[in-house]
């Protein structure tokens, strides 16, 4: 079984659309992360989620919108699609202070 | 907040040479440093992590070591093979308030047969 699974792994999709990542583990962590990988392959946090406390990196503009119904699911949803957003999207989970799994990555490509 | 650098971008090695990355955190409290290869196309993938309370840490062909006075925190691979060829991400986290694994800016590693 996938332990980090996130839907779809490719989306291609035309400026000012908007979009939703979903993404599911089933490792029983607590934390959850989304990172932002561009074409340098820089690994940057958006957004830590965990014990119902949502961090928000201020670096990411407001038109990415975590939502998290339960700790097993961190969906990202992203309005108003622009050509700087295209990059690989990874969804992570962790236990406090251990292992980070990733998913498999979303390839976001905004045309 | 924390402020991970990594050093260098790109490392060229021939197979059976050793190789070293290095990374420096800024936040004091940062006590879980994890090591992440992330081959072309996948995801990245954890390879070795230290905690703070222990200097150094080895498996098989790879090693990390950590100075907590200096802030420096390193990835040793020996004997490299051209499979260790992808990129390396250090990270820092610490176990207090909330969790914010953050990545270094990675290296990319070729090793030539």
């Known amino acids: 079984d996938t332990a980090v699974s996130q839907t779809p792994k490719y989306l291609v999709t035309q400026m000012g659309n908007d979009k939703s990542i979903k993404c599911e583990q089933n490792?029983?962590?607590?934390?959850m992360y989304w990172y932002k990988q561009d074409s340098k392959k820089f690994l940057k946090i958006m957004f830590s989620y965990n014990n119902k406390e949502l961090i928000i990196n201020e670096t990411v503009p407001n038109r990415f919108s975590p939502k998290s119904p339960d700790k097993a699911h961190l969906n990202l949803h992203i309005n108003s699609l622009e050509l700087g957003d295209s990059a690989v999207y990874f969804c992570a989970s962790s236990q406090r202070n251990t292992e980070a799994f990733f998913g498999q990555g979303t390839r976001l490509t905004v045309v | 907040g924390e402020n991970v650098e990594q050093h260098p971008s790109t490392l060229s090695v021939q197979e059976g040479d050793s190789a070293v990355i290095k990374c420096t955190y800024s936040?004091?409290?940062?006590?879980?440093f994890p090591w992440y290869k992330q081959e072309l196309g996948k995801r990245p993938q954890l390879i070795i992590d230290?905690?703070?309370?222990?200097g150094e840490k080895k498996d098989q062909r790879i090693a990390v070591t950590l100075n907590k006075t200096a802030k420096h925190f390193s990835l040793h691979i020996t004997e490299t093979q051209p499979e260790d060829s992808a990129v390396y991400f250090c990270a820092a986290n610490k176990n207090t308030g909330f969790q914010k694994l953050v990545f270094g800016t990675g290296t990319r590693l070729l090793v030539s047969p």
């Open positions: 936040d004091s409290a940062s006590n879980y």
């Open positions: 230290i905690r703070s309370n222990v």
């Open positions: 490792l029983g962590h607590d934390t």
